[in-house]
């Protein structure tokens, strides 16, 4: 399982162009691109945010003995 080859990219290709149509593609591509797009924008705010507050390691816990 290398990934995706020329001949998987064509069959999904196809496969869109049959459900979809040619003239609703571009649509389906934007509203993908902007949901990948802001996907990405909550995974770093998410990954900023876990800069600001310690793990549960890293905390005095009574029940350690720290």
Do not use: C, H, Q
């Amino acid at each position: 399982m290398a990934g995706i080859g020329l001949t998987e990219l064509l069959i999904v290709l196809v496969v869109v162009l049959v459900i979809f149509g040619a003239g609703k593609v571009p649509e389906v591509m934007r509203s993908l691109g902007s949901s990948v797009r802001e996907m990405k924008e909550i995974a770093s705010d998410v990954e900023g945010l876990s800069d600001d507050f310690p793990t549960g390691y890293e905390r005095d816990d009574p029940r350690r003995g720290v």
